[in-house]
Nanobody, 115 residues
């Protein structure tokens, strides 16, 4: 079982990034999938969630209207489109898959927003 994030990098405020999370060893369409982030000195926080059955989504208030979570069942992948990035979005972003007692994490990808 593996979750592999990619797409992080250094961008300027106002720019966009798209994070990808490729799942292997399980079918992510049957799991609740989410993106979390952790900034230095802060606790890890939920950024966005997409449900298994109906693909309903929820977002942290801080990213509503700027970030969009989506999934491609054919590619067994989940994405996070991040627009209008702000310096406070700087963090390591982690992909998570959860179903019953199963709880998987990726290794994280660094996103840095700085001028």
């Amino acid at each position: 079982v593996q979750l592999a994030e990619s797409g992080g990098g250094l961008v300027q405020p106002g720019e966009s990034l798209r994070l990808s999370c490729a799942a292997s060893g399980f079918t992510c369409s049957s799991y609740g999938m989410s993106w979390h982030r952790q900034a230095p000195g802060k606790e890890r926080e939920l950024v966005a969630f997409i449900s298994a059955e109906r693909s309903s989504t929820t977002y942290a208030d801080s990213v509503k209207g700027r970030f969009t979570i989506s999934k491609d069942n054919a590619k067994n992948s989940v994405y996070l489109q991040m627009n209008s990035l702000k310096p406070e979005d700087t963090a390591v972003y982690y992909c998570n898959a959860r179903k019953y007692s199963y709880n998987y994490w990726g290794q994280g990808t660094q996103v840095t927003v700085s001028s």
